[in-house]
């Protein structure tokens, strides 16, 4: 069921038609005390009154951003976007529905990635109803199933990406959030597209290891760290070796033999890759003793 335009008119001009309708039964109810019409038009007054009470039920009004689902005996008759004081069927039934943007935090959910760690994981989702017709009478009650579906696309979400990733190239919910983000987002998109709701933006909010295994993955992740940063320590420290022999050989400082370079290098590297300072020690003597 689709959203389409309602019958109203402008409200305010409407309102005079009903004062002259009013008038015209008290001047009806004049003519028949004063004698100069037939007793008769005291009904037509009442029938006119009658009328212009039926016609006061058809105002209403739209505020901006709100829209007002129209039935007709339970039949859907259509929606009123136009704000302001407006006039329809007395008839109609009218349900008042917001289309402004709302938001709302999803609680933290504990959910175990794709290698199977247990993490939590939550969301915020902007949102609003762009489909007046889908959100009253496709789903029982929008604003719930807007809730409940966008946590279970979280949690189908957090189960298709690791919580961290040994790979670079592979996506992961801690490294890759631009890419997690859009995914969150067309999940909820395409399980709220049937109650006429349109996901704006969706963003995690909250991302951590449960727990129960949080102090050991912190542990790996300082092994982690500390193998990368030594890795970056010892590829610096070899360029800065190879650099010094170039430039002792090519400035013709010092000739060492390759027994002198072994220890030469042995010696820098165990300065330059060292975690604690170094005590130097002075050669009095040749670099044979």
């Known amino acids: 069921m689709n959203e389409r335009t309602a019958f ?7 309102i005079f038609v009903c004062l002259v309708l009013a008038f015209a039964g008290a001047w009806c109810y004049l003519s028949a005390a004063s004698g100069a019409e037939p007793s008769g038009i005291v009904a037509v007054g009442l029938v006119i009154h009658a009328l212009t009470i039926l016609f006061l039920k058809g105002f209403f ?23 302001g004081l407006r006039w329809t069927n007395p008839f109609y039934s009218r349900q008042r529905l917001s289309l402004r943007v709302r938001n709302f935090e999803s609680g933290k959910l504990k959910v175990n990635d794709s290698n199977g760690n247990p993490i939590e994981i939550a969301a915020v989702i902007v949102w609003q109803v762009i489909d007046t017709a889908e959100a009253v009478f496709c789903v029982d009650n929008y604003e719930n199933y807007v809730t409940i579906q966008s946590e279970s696309a979280l949690r189908q979400m957090a189960q298709s990406y690791p919580y961290d ?5 592979k996506p992961s919910l801690r490294s890759h959030g631009d890419d997690i983000n ?5 999940e909820i998109q395409a399980r709220l597209g049937k109650a006429g709701v ?39 420290a070899v360029g800065i070796v190879a650099m ?11 000739d060492l033999d390759e027994e002198r370079k072994a220890a030469m290098v042995s010696n820098l590297l165990v300065v330059l890759c060292g975690e604690h300072a170094t005590q130097p020690v002075i050669n009095t003597g040749t670099l044979y003793s």
């Open 8 to 14: 109203s008119i402008a409200g305010i001009p409407f």
């Open 61 to 83: 009004q739209v505020a901006p951003n709100e829209g007002q689902v129209m039935q007709l005996f339970g039949k859907y008759a259509g929606s009123v976007r136009l704000e």
């Open 165 to 169: 990733s040994n790979d670079d190239g």
């Open 182 to 186: 859009n995914h969150l987002r067309d």
């Open 198 to 236: 349109q996901v704006t933006e969706a963003r995690i909010s909250h991302l951590a290891y449960a727990q129960e295994i949080a102090q050991a993955m912190l542990q790996r992740q300082q092994a982690s760290a500390i193998v990368a940063a030594r890795e970056r320590i010892v590829q610096g």
């Open 244 to 254: 010094a022999l170039e430039k002792l050989r090519s400035q013709g400082v010092v």
